[in-house]
């Protein structure tokens, strides 16, 4: 590990230029594809995805290498902002001019159930190496293989364009994951996983004598809310819906939705009805690894013991690898106030939603206030509640509601699929990220920069991006105005 993080603080230079940089990454996306045979069935053989599945995933990390690439060379990233002296002002201004630089080194650590998208070659890895900042992955267990080659990749793609290959680290094993983020030349770290390892390196790299930032994304419960209008316009509908996001991936998307609050009515029973036939039409899946499987086993259990719990389709174990998809039913009222259910308003990792039945929306605003920070909150409407022509504003009122809950708020739709594009927002607030950031989408830069402004420095001393003459024609801010 220290051989790792000493080798690639030693090159952090060798990613300055952007041009470089720009095709570095398309390199990297041009290898991955070339190998995705072989890499999709060494990580089929490792997680039990499956290769379409994992084949998709592949095609949406290279996607991410190039959106990078792109980002890189349009460099409004940069953030450059001058201002010229103004004596007038008051108090005067004197010459300033403001860039980003990259903070260094970055720890990633690879997610388990993303073995491209969000691990070796994923976000954190593709946005750090944009900023300029050489990597160090901490390899999850459940795929090393799959890492070692990806890593390979990543590496030949480096050494394509004369980058040293150093700017691409692996590690393995726990005690290497725990001492990287305490490594003294580590600037900044990514993570994707549970919220017990998480919290755990966010407490260790604040607890350095030199803290870092630690963008950790740790678990998220994904509320959804059904009004009572939408469940009688298209219940069976959603409840289809519903079954299809919550199995997706074996129900191992961090997005997949856990809670569901949907009225305790008519539609709502034909919501449940259609719940149940599409869930109960699902085949068993395989989790990732057993200790997810026991964990999943034990936990549906547990959850299903709890007073007015209902099972309409068990979820449980199928045999000794694989698990079988199903619902919880309770009172939504029982999880209004702290107590016995509260169980169930934790994230259950695998192929389970819990919904709850509610009879006004009291109990609706008494179960929302109750939640954690989440990535996503979805809300199903009406045709007239989305429209804004219902009269009760009941549309508008529950987003005021779900906002302050999660980083991506949707309506009429599911949460599992996160598009990667320049608006995307993966992250909420705590637990579901330990920062504001975004994991995906191209903000995902931002992480991994940290701006320093030069104050009446002669222009022969200043990088070109600070120019006046602006030679590489970055987007900037000028004087107050803003130039393309």
Known sequence: MDRAVTAAHAV????????????F?????????????????????????????????????CYQLRTFAGIVEEGAFLGVVIDHPDSAATPPVPDLRRYKVPLGVVAVYAASNFPFAFSVP?????????????????A???????????????????????VPEDVVGLVHGFEAGVKLVRHPLVTAAGFTGSVRG????????AARPVPIP?????????????????????????GTGLAGSMTLGVGQFCVKPGLVLAPAGAGGDRLLKSLTEAVGATGAGVLLDHRMRDNFVAGVAERAELPDVNAPVTPGAADEHAVTAGFLTVPAGHLADEGAHDLLLEECFGPVTVVARYTD????????????????????????????????GRGAQLLAELTPLAGRVLVNGWPTGVA???????????PATTSTSTSVGGTAIERWLRPVVYQNTPEALLPPELHDANPLGLPRRYDGRLEH
């Open 361 to 392: 929306d009291s109990e609706i605003t008494a179960v929302l206030s109750r939640l954690p920070g989440n990535l996503t909150a979805t809300v199903h409407l009406s045709e007239d509640e989305a429209a804004g022509t219902a009269g009760d």
């Open 12 to 23: 952090r230079g060798a990613l300055a230029d952007r041009a470089v940089r720009a095709a």
């Open 420 to 430: 990667v594009a320049p608006a995307q927002q993966h992250g909420g607030p705590y």
């Open 25 to 61: 990454l398309r390199s990297a996306a041009e290898l991955l594809d070339g190998a995705k045979d072989d890499l999709v069935a060494e990580a089929d053989a490792e997680t039990a995805l499956g290769a379409a599945r994992l084949t998709g995933e592949l095609a949406r990390t």
């Open 122 to 138: 994923g976000g954190d890895t593709a946005s750090a190496l944009a900023a300029g900042c050489p990597v160090v992955v901490k």
């Open 214 to 238: 630690f963008h950790g994304e740790l678990g998220s419960l994904n509320p959804v809310v059904v009004t009572e209008a939408a469940a009688a316009e298209r219940g069976e509908q959603i």
């Open 140 to 162: 999850h267990p459940d795929h090393p293989a799959t890492s070692e080659r990806v890593a390979a990749v990543l590496r030949a793609a480096a050494a394509r364009h004369g």
């Open 198 to 205: 998480g919290r755990a390196l966010f407490d260790a790299a």
